[in-house]
């Protein structure tokens, strides 16, 4: 009998890969469902990185390998992204080009772990931080992050013999799913926290300039000596319009980037040249467009959350990423609100509980939806919730 490696059968699906091919088949019966669980920003990159594609695909010479470690201009493009924003210099030992933020994620613990090692990650969490642990053969293990403390990890609660043990810590701040955002001084009680464990700090943070009421999310490489034990993802795909492109990078400890570089040798080749073109050019053109795009969000998000209140739901206002996280009725599990939802009223969000114990009771919304559609879907959410 032909079988699978183990860790192909021990390796749960993807929670919205099942979703998906539910909702296809819900569209395919003639059901009008309104996807608002994926992360997927519905507004098109500017007209001008969209030429700049169009034109680098009609060169004959920009269909080879984009090399494994970038181009020199889209690599110069990010450290003076990393400089602009945030103040921080790069060298090009400090950076690497990702296929979108996702696969650097996944492959840095390819690169990081070996089987036995640990990797502490937040519950609530980004799925792939718990599941990519599995592929290296790893393992897991949480660290709350509970509303009572908005959603901030307390690094005196993780059991010192455990950090001794652990390789890799995880935060995700602005936050997915919350929408909690992270302060400089947490950041710093992180990077002292990895520092005095010998714990490499991966933060995933592909929402930063997806941000609200003019809050400025800071990077973790700003904190002094953070590149000592730190290594940041970012993306261009919220960012920039630009998710199914498959464009982001990986700055910060010379070591860790060195170590997923090698590891991307063995799984790719590189981004393809025109995608790097465009991509060079919307980190370093002009950036005005992105605060007209976030009020867009913005709009979405007060209309969502004025909705929402008026329904009886719980729920804080987030200053930056593309969701609302807010309290499922009472007497309902995530899952079965989610359910209900999508059988009841042909909307599709995404369930809490997917992201750990702590996000039990919880339910996440996407703003990245065109705001006429978002208001059908607020009707037929108050009318099943009045129902």
Not at 113 to 134: M, R, T
Not at 179 to 198: I, P
Request: proline share 7%.
């Amino acid at each position: 009998m032909l079988r699978p490696a183990k860790r192909a059968e021990n390796l749960p699906e993807l929670f919205f890969a099942t979703l998906h091919q539910k909702v296809a088949a819900l569209r395919a019966e003639g059901a009008d469902v309104i996807s608002l669980d994926a992360g997927s920003p519905d507004m098109p990159p500017t007209p001008e990185l969209i030429d700049i594609l169009k034109h680098s695909a009609d060169d004959p010479t920009k269909h080879s390998y984009g090399g494994y470690a970038g181009q020199p201009h889209l690599r110069r493009a990010i450290a003076d992204y990393y400089g602009r924003r945030f103040g921080v210099e790069l060298d090009d030992a400090e950076l690497l080009p990702l296929i979108g933020s996702k696969e650097g994620l996944v492959n840095m613990h390819l690169a990081w772990l070996d089987p036995g090692d640990l990797s502490l990650i937040p519950d609530p969490c980004y799925p792939s931080c718990y599941f990519a642990p599995l592929l290296a053969g790893a393992t897991s293990e949480r660290f709350d992050l509970l509303p009572a403390r908005g959603w901030q990890p307390d690094f005196a609660a993780i059991p010192a013999e455990r950090a001794r043990t652990a390789r890799m810590l995880w935060l995700n701040y602005p936050n997915n799913p919350t929408g909690a955002t992270a302060s400089l001084d947490m950041l710093a009680e992180a990077v002292d926290f990895c520092r005095r464990y010998e714990i490499l700090l991966c933060h995933d943070a592909p929402y930063v300039d997806v941000t609200f009421d003019g809050y400025v999310a800071p990077s973790v490489l700003q904190i002094p000596g953070a590149k000592e034990v730190a290594i940041e993802f970012n993306s261009l795909s919220k960012t920039y319009n630009m998710a199914g492109w498959r464009v982001g990078m990986a700055a910060g400890n010379k070591v860790a980037v060195k170590a997923l570089a090698t590891v991307k040798t063995q799984i790719d080749s590189g981004i393809g040249r025109p995608i790097q073109d465009m991509a060079a050019a919307a980190l370093s053109g002009d950036q005005s467009w992105l605060a007209e795009r976030n009020a867009v969000y913005q709009e979405r998000r007060d209309l969502v959350l004025a909705a929402l209140r008026q329904m009886g739901f719980q729920v804080d206002t987030p200053k930056a990423g593309l969701y609302l996280w807010f309290r499922v009725p009472e007497g309902m599990t995530s899952l079965e609100f989610h359910t209900h939802l999508l059988e009841k009223a042909h909307i599709s969000l995404t369930p809490g509980h997917i992201y750990g114990k702590n996000g039990e009771g919880y339910i996440r919304l996407s703003l990245a939806v065109e705001t006429g559609r978002l208001r059908e879907a607020l009707g037929r959410l108050e009318r099943v919730a009045k129902g």
